[in-house]
Structure formats: C-alpha cells, structure tokens
C-alpha cells in the first residue's frame, strides 16, 4: 500500500466522522445560541436550562438522520473490509 493510498484513506475516514458529527454539532449550536439569546433577553442565568433543549434537539435529530448515519458508516465499513486483501499484499 502506498503512502498515497493510506492517505485517501485517511482522508476518508476523517470525512466520514465529520460527515457524521457535523449535523449533531451545529443542531447543539443551533439551539444553545437560540437559548443564549433568550436567556439574555429574560435575564435568567440558569445553566442547566441549555441542557434540556439541546439534548431534545440532538435526540430529534438523531431520530430523523439516524437511518441515513448508520446506513453511510456501513457502506464506509463496507468499503474497509473490501479493501482488507488489498492492504495484505
């Protein structure tokens, strides 16, 4: 395998997690901006008040896109193992 190959690789992997991560983390900032400006507005400094709705927002989004994410990592998984006896050589 050559450095080039180990490379893309790599590169894919970490575009998988990214492609992964990224609708979760910008619903989390999404959501504690939007409570940010609230509390802001009202004046309440309660901490944990940001907690809640995140989680809510990250679990319906997970609900909504998690077919999508496990069906995405499994062809990557897919597409690892393929490359197995490739790697061997």
Same mark, same amino acid.
């Given at each position: *395998?050559?450095?080039?190959?180990?490379?893309?690789?790599?590169?894919?992997?970490? @575009?998988?997690?990214?492609?992964?991560?990224?609708?979760?983390l %910008?619903?989390? !900032?999404?959501?504690? !901006?939007?409570?940010?400006?609230l509390?802001?507005?009202?004046?309440?400094?309660?901490?944990?008040?940001? %907690?809640?709705?995140?989680?809510?927002?990250? !679990?319906?989004?997970?609900? @909504?896109?998690?077919?999508? *994410? @496990?069906?995405?990592?499994?062809?990557?998984?897919?597409? !690892? %193992?393929?490359?197995?006896?490739? *790697?061997?050589?």
């Open positions: *395998m050559s450095i080039g190959e180990i490379t893309s690789l790599l590169r894919g992997g970490i @575009f998988q997690v990214l492609l992964m991560a990224s609708p979760l %910008f619903t989390a !900032l999404i959501v504690g !901006l939007v409570v940010a400006i509390q802001a507005t009202t004046s309440i400094q309660e901490q944990t008040l940001t %907690f809640v709705p995140k989680v809510i927002a990250i !679990l319906l989004v997970l609900a @909504f896109l998690g077919g999508w *994410m @496990f069906s995405s990592l499994g062809d990557y998984t897919v597409q !690892l %193992f393929r490359m197995i006896p490739r *790697m061997a050589r």
